[in-house]
């Protein structure tokens, strides 16, 4: 079955950028998307399709995918950005979610 | 405005069944793609099942051949029955919309706790 692998955890400087990264066996051929989700809520679509933000989603989020590797980008972050980060991708009829980062603003 | 309202968690025996529902408004659930994703406590979101528009339902392994995910157009809900359940099923269970069938889920339920223990 297909895996998506995340880091853990990731801390960043309020103002500074986090980079997040997704690895799946040739991610790059696939869609990625990238779900936010903070303590005690629903998770949040932050962005799809790779690289598209939803609407109502700051412009801090970014993201890219190539090769094996998706990475979510926030410039700029904020303390309200603390929260927990999952990919997910879709193969052969199954969503794949990835393992999920811990992102934490120092 | 879009919601989703699950309801029927709670604490079951090993082996019993429940059947979770998600009430839906602001969209009709036979037009869109309409699914389940679960979160066991301190634990990663997990997909468990997806009905697309045409009625076509794919699952995870973990739980095929006991969860069935279906739906009532008339009622526009979307149900789970979950049959001989297990601990390791202890989870919140969300149901969520992947409304252009893009394979991504853009609007999600508050979940509701499902806790299989003796």
């Known amino acids: 079955s297909y895996e998506l692998t995340q880091p853990p955890s990731v801390s960043v400087s309020p103002g500074q950028t986090a980079s997040i990264s997704c690895s799946g066996d040739?991610?790059?051929?696939?869609?990625a998307c990238w779900y936010q989700q903070k303590p005690g809520q629903s998770p949040v679509l932050v962005i799809y399709h790779d690289s598209k933000r939803p609407s109502g989603i700051p412009e801090r989020f970014s993201g890219s995918n190539s090769g094996n590797t998706a990475t979510l980008t926030i410039s700029g972050t904020q303390a309200m950005d603390e929260a927990d980060y999952y990919c997910q991708a879709w193969d052969t009829s199954t969503y794949v979610f990835g393992t999920g980062t811990k992102v934490t603003v120092l | 405005e879009v919601q989703l309202v699950e309801s029927g968690g709670g604490l079951i025996q090993p082996g019993g069944s429940l059947r979770l529902s998600c009430a839906v408004s602001g969209f009709t659930v036979r037009s869109n793609y309409m699914g389940w994703v679960r979160q066991a406590p301190g634990k990663g979101l997990e997909w468990v099942s997806i009905i697309y528009s045409a009625g076509s339902t794919y699952s995870a392994d973990s739980i095929k051949g006991r969860f069935t995910i279906s739906r009532d157009n008339s009622r526009n809900t979307l149900f789970l029955q979950m049959n001989s359940l297990k601990a390791e099923d202890t989870a919140v269970y969300f149901c969520a919309r992947d409304s252009t069938g893009g394979h991504y889920f853009d609007s999600w339920g508050q979940g509701t706790l499902v806790t299989v223990s003796s």
């Open positions: 040739k991610l790059g051929d696939k869609f």
